[in-house]
C-alpha cells in the first residue's frame, strides 16, 4: 500500500515546477479519532505525531502533496503492557498563491483524503473492560484544508495549516479477552461512521529543492561570423 501511495510522488518529479520536503507536528482538537481505551480523554486537544510530506508545485500553481506520519506508544505497567500504534497517509491536491501577502506569505488550499490505521493493546484490566483488551480502527477520512507559509532564506520557509474533517469512514473492531466467553464472543466491532469528528493544526518546517535552470544555451542563436 506504502508503495503504491508512493508511486505518483515520484514520477511527478519530472514534471513538477517547484518541489519541497516537509516535518510537521501534527495537533489535534476534537474527539479523539485513536483508540484510547487505556486513557481515554473524550473531545480536547491531542498530539498526534510527527509526519513528513513531500509536494510539488506545477506551473500553473496547482499543488499536489504526499505525507506519511503517526505516533507509538509502548508502555510497561505492573499489571501488564500497553502499546498504541497510529499511522496515517495523507494526499493533498489544490492551488497555491506565491508570495500573495506582503511579498512574503505563500497561501494554499485545498482537499485531502488520510487513510489511517490505529491500533490499540491494554495488556491489563482497565477504564472499560475487567480484562485485557485490543481495539483496531481502520479508515478513510476527507477533508478541506487551508495553509499558510513564510518563507525564510536558502529555500526555508515555516508552515501552518489547518483542516477540517468532514468527516470518516471505517471499521472499528474490539477484542475482549475474557476466558468466560467463546473467542467468537469476545470479539465485536463493526462500520464506524463519524461527521465533524476533528480539526487537525499542522505546524511545520520546509525545504524547497533549487530549480533546475534551463538550458540556455539551446535557445540561443549563433552569434554569425563576419565575412
Known amino acids: 500500500l506504502l508503495l503504491i501511495f508512493l508511486f505518483p510522488f515520484f514520477t511527478s518529479v519530472l514534471t513538477a515546477q517547484e518541489s519541497s520536503i516537509k516535518i510537521y507536528n501534527n495537533v489535534l482538537r476534537g474527539s479523539n479519532p485513536t483508540p484510547v481505551d487505556y486513557d481515554h480523554q473524550g473531545k480536547g486537544i491531542f498530539y498526534n505525531g510527527p509526519s513528513l510530506a513531500f509536494r510539488h508545485i506545477w506551473q500553473n500553481e496547482l499543488f499536489h502533496q504526499f505525507e506519511i506520519g503517526g505516533k507509538f506508544r509502548n508502555q510497561a505497567k505492573e499489571a501488564g503492557s500497553y502499546k498504541q500504534t497510529s499511522i496515517f497517509l495523507r494526499y493533498e491536491f489544490g492551488q497555491h498563491w506565491k508570495n500573495l501577502f506582503f511579498n512574503k506569505l505563500d497561501f494554499q488550499c485545498g482537499f485531502?483524503?488520510?487513510?489511517?490505521?490505529?491500533?490499540?493493546?491494554?495488556?491489563?484490566?482497565?477504564?472499560?473492560?475487567?480484562?485485557?483488551?485490543?481495539?483496531?480502527?481502520?479508515?478513510?477520512?476527507?477533508?478541506?484544508?487551508?495553509?499558510?507559509?513564510?518563507?525564510?532564506?536558502?529555500?526555508?520557509?515555516?508552515?501552518?495549516?489547518?483542516?477540517?474533517?468532514?468527516?470518516?469512514?471505517?471499521?472499528?473492531?474490539?477484542?475482549?479477552?475474557?476466558?468466560?466467553?467463546?473467542?467468537?464472543?469476545?470479539?465485536?466491532?463493526?462500520?464506524?461512521?463519524?461527521?465533524?469528528q476533528e480539526q487537525t493544526l499542522r505546524l511545520g518546517i520546509g525545504y524547497t529543492f533549487p530549480q533546475k535552470k534551463e538550458e540556455e544555451e539551446s535557445s540561443t542563436p549563433l552569434p554569425l561570423s563576419k565575412s
Open 112 to 196: 485531502t483524503l488520510k487513510f489511517y490505521y490505529d491500533k490499540e493493546e491494554v495488556g491489563f484490566p482497565h477504564r472499560l473492560y475487567d480484562f485485557p483488551s485490543d481495539h483496531l480502527e481502520i479508515g478513510i477520512a476527507p477533508a478541506v484544508f487551508t495553509d499558510l507559509e513564510y518563507d525564510l532564506k536558502n529555500g526555508i520557509y515555516f508552515s501552518i495549516s489547518l483542516s477540517l474533517l468532514a468527516g470518516s469512514a471505517g471499521i472499528d473492531t474490539q477484542t475482549v479477552y475474557n476466558p468466560a466467553l467463546t473467542p467468537r464472543q469476545q470479539e465485536s466491532g463493526g462500520l464506524s461512521i463519524d461527521l465533524f
